[in-house]
């Protein structure tokens, strides 16, 4: 089945610093990912869509400007948490769609993001 | 306003027992519509889908999910859960994005 790889798997920053998280799509090309944001326990919230080329479209309630998106090429997207606080912790997970009937979705491996 | 409902939290099955999941939707057209599970720490693995034709689908490691229009619901179901089935199951629907259930955690015991 299709692939979806998230690097790197976990991470830990400095409060204030940046930090890269990348979703490749492995054996096909993803014209739009999702990037999602899942606490303990709980369901995914999806943050942004990413759209190759063109800018993301985000959520209600998701700061632009703290969470860059880029979907610079169809097989890339990378998720930059800026200037990273504590409360940014949490486990976030990429997706890709595939443009089969019903337009799977599969998801990256999710990256475990600690601020120190 | 589409949304999909998980209303048991949890789910307890001893091993060997037949397993239902519980899923219900609310959207406009037809539905296409997904289950997830999800292992501690990882991703989501897709387990199967409902685009069109027969209400029922067969998936990956031996489940199945019934599509009921009537009822606007999509069960997850196994004849004989294992162990290894206890994880976090999340349906879903996709209207262009993935619109998630609240995630029913599935214990299967020994």
């Known amino acids: 089945g299709a692939v979806v790889s998230q690097h790197p798997s976990r991470v830990i920053c400095k409060s204030g610093t940046s930090v890269k998280i990348e979703c490749r799509s492995l054996d096909f090309q993803a014209t739009t990912m999702f990037w999602y944001r899942q606490f303990p326990k709980q369901s995914l919230m999806l943050m942004a869509t990413s759209n190759e080329g063109s800018k993301a479209t985000y959520e209600q309630g998701v700061e632009k400007d703290k969470f860059l998106i880029n979907h610079a090429s169809l097989t890339l997207s990378t998720l930059t948490v800026t200037s990273a606080h504590p409360e940014d912790s949490s486990f976030y997970i990429c997706?890709?769609?595939?443009?089969?009937?019903?337009?799977?979705?599969?998801f990256g491996e999710g990256s475990w993001l600690t601020v120190v | 306003a589409q949304s999909v409902a998980q209303p048991e939290d949890q789910v307890n099955v001893a091993e060997g027992n037949p397993l239902t999941v519980k899923c219900t939707y609310s959207v406009s057209g037809n539905p296409y519509l997904f289950w997830y599970v999800q292992y501690p720490n990882r991703g989501l693995q897709f387990l199967l889908k409902?685009?069109?034709?027969?209400?029922l689908v067969k998936g990956s490691y031996g489940f199945e999910a019934e599509f009921n229009k009537s009822q606007t619901s999509f069960h997850l179901k196994k004849p004989s859960a294992l162990v290894s089935d206890s994880a976090l199951y999340f349906c879903?629907?996709?209207?262009?994005?993935?619109?998630f259930g609240q995630g029913t955690t599935l214990q299967v015991k020994p």
């Open positions: 879903a629907v996709n209207t262009g994005k993935l619109i």
């Open positions: 997706s890709a769609s595939i443009p089969d009937s019903g337009n799977t979705i599969y």
């Open positions: 409902y685009i069109t034709g027969d209400n």
